[in-house]
């Protein structure tokens, strides 16, 4: 019989690559080489007699034995880090490493001010913050923390408001204005060029609007398609069609007048921005002085002492 001990370094290979969908990007995170990576797999697989991951040439995925072994040592494994970092904490104070996973637009806006105030007070945790567009399970995928749309936190999480309440605008420049005229309502958008964004699971993201209890939801055309906000924004800037964006990605080019809005009255404010964190029993001393610090700049926003 296999021997059925395990270490935590091939718990966290199992994490890292099934996080990643790579071996080589997880063997980057985890600071080993894809060998190594690729020969810890293969050991642990050998010992629980099971195959974890289906391994092609272009693609790395759990098996369903794989994904039921991620659903259980998940969870389990951060209790182990917390516990760890805990008693390390004990006197020398917060250290370790915080993962957090926020959409990009919210890292700008919300959290990097919390985030830099946080690392002058804890000099001896680093923060590895990871945005993308993907809605992730923060505890699966190994993050302490996440940063998303209070609407999108799942109910089971503990949750702190940032304070910001998000809103869309849609923005071109004058030049575009001057030359194809200003949508007065949402579909107008139809006869006007669109840039459109494809999100991480392949469709197309549609345009939302609202005005006096009337939902539009939008498929607006283009000729350009594009997977990155930030490249929208670039392109909008050249005059070439419309963007639909978060209104603070976009708020200084408006105040600049380098970009104008359209349609503010169908796009008001949306539901605040929210960091959340699973209820852990023994939470590391990093995460307590995280959420505090959130908490504090909460208080310090809305008046109280």
Not at 64 to 73: I, K, P, R, S, W
Not at 78 to 83: F, H, I, K, N, P
Request: net charge neutral; proline share 6%.
């Amino acid at each position: 019989m296999a021997d059925p001990r395990l270490g935590l370094n091939e718990l966290e290979a199992v994490l890292a690559v099934a996080r990643r969908a790579s071996f080589r990007q997880a063997a980057i995170d985890l600071d080993v080489s894809t060998t190594a990576l690729s020969n810890t797999i293969a050991k642990l697989e050998a010992t629980l007699e099971t195959r974890l991951f289906n391994r092609t040439t272009r693609s790395v995925s759990l098996t369903e034995a794989g994904t039921m072994y991620l659903e259980q040592v998940g969870p389990a494994l951060q209790d182990v880090r917390a516990a760890l970092e805990a008693v390390r904490s004990y006197n020398a104070g917060p250290s370790g490493v915080l993962r957090i996973n926020a959409f990009a637009s919210a890292a700008r806006a919300a959290l990097l001010p919390l985030v830099l105030e946080f690392l002058r007070r804890y000099p001896k945790v680093h923060i590895d913050l990871v945005t993308e567009g993907r809605l992730v399970d923060i505890v699966a995928d190994g993050f302490d923390l996440g940063v998303r749309s209070a609407n999108l936190v799942p109910s089971d999480m503990i949750v702190i408001s940032l304070g910001l309440p998000q809103r869309y605008a849609v923005v071109g420049t004058p030049a575009y204005f001057d030359k194809n005229g200003r949508p007065r309502t949402p579909p107008d958008l139809l006869h006007h060029q669109c840039i459109r964004i494809r999100l991480p699971n392949g469709a197309i993201y549609p345009w939302h609007f609202e005005r006096e209890g009337e939902v539009t939801r939008l498929n607006v055309d283009g000729q350009l398609t594009l997977d990155e906000p930030g490249v929208a924004k670039t392109v909008v800037q050249e005059g070439v069609g419309l963007g639909f964006f978060m209104e603070q990605d976009v708020l200084g080019k408006i105040e600049a007048g380098q970009l104008e809005r359209v349609l503010e009255d169908w796009t008001p404010p949306r539901d605040n921005l929210c960091l959340y964190y699973p209820n852990r029993r023994n939470p590391s001393a990093a995460l307590k002085a995280f959420t505090t610090l959130a908490r504090a700049n909460l208080a310090s926003k809305d008046g109280i002492t």
